[in-house]
């Protein structure tokens, strides 16, 4: 584990070593695309005024996903290929991603 | 071979492939074992080569415990390219259920798999309407005939977009859909919220069918029906018949 800061928190960082390479972290968010159904969504959004909790919509449930890449120029492009081709399947899903700095 | 082996029937190949987490490889070598004029034969999915087979079945299942979205693994699979090119050159593919899914993301098949719209993972008989015979797959039905197969998914809700719904419904891709026992495409019959109560699909060249329902499971009238014997009647009958013109009246089966 990593020394902790004051507030009891790692410092936050996407740059490491791994095996001599350096590499980045990036956060992936996959949602359903809008207008396609999301039962998940649907069924939360249904649920929350049982609690009290009224007024809430478009509940949307989604994937996020960390993952960390060679650092580099050509990261933000190789990350949308990655979602492009795997971790999002574009008929049904949009994605959005950060690289963490 | 010598002259006389005009008189021996070669039987029709099919290949079943095993993916990690397949469990409806068995029951599909089982269907097709019960038919004289065919042979049936595993393919692990490590294989690369698919020598001599008329037609290979993705069976259902869980390839790949479904991780990360339904037959989104299983698609890069080393037999998968062999599956791609096999189909490319004219053989003929049913991917049923998980099968199904993993021609999808393959982008063999248009679309793509929804969760079902009641969140559950449904197992029950339904009615089919099977809306095009003019497919390896069907042609041992008459179009309009309703038929009664299992479904078994989580994953079964179809989806896809409009420009890519008017393609399928032009060419006549649609090959069964969800229908009440009169045959009506109602919403009421539809399971899963499946778009226009898609059940199966073609490609453009119908040499790659896809669908939900599983036929293996009801070939035998002591396990509940025999429905799905003419799934795999038609591939029999396509492949016997693509040499000679075949008489698509003897493919037709009475059930």
Known sequence: ?101 | MAASSQTEITPVRFGVVVFPGSNCDADSYHAVSTFAGAEPRYLWHKDTHLDGLDCVILPGGFSYGDYLRCGAIARFSPIMKAVRRFAEDGGLVIGICNGFQILLEAGMLPGAMLQNRGLKFICKLVNLRVESNRTPFTGAYETGQVIRLPVAHHEGNYYIGEAGMRELEENNQIIVRYCDEDGAITPKANPNGSLANIAGICNRERNVFGVMPHPERVCDEIIGGADGRGVFESIIGAVAGAGEQADPSSLRSSG
């Open chain 1, 1 to 101: 584990m990593p020394e902790s800061s004051g507030d009891g928190r790692e410092p936050e960082t996407g740059r490491h070593e791994r095996n001599g390479v350096l590499t980045m972290k990036a956060k992936v968010f996959i949602t359903p695309k809008k207008g396609i159904l999301d039962p998940q969504g649907l069924t939360i959004e249904r649920s929350l005024p049982a609690l009290g909790f009224e007024g809430v919509s478009n509940v949307r449930v989604g994937k996020y996903i960390e993952l960390e890449l060679p650092d580099g120029e050509k990261a933000a492009a190789e990350l949308d290929q990655m979602c492009h081709k795997l971790l999002a399947n574009p008929i049904i899903e949009d994605f959005e991603f950060e690289l963490v700095p």
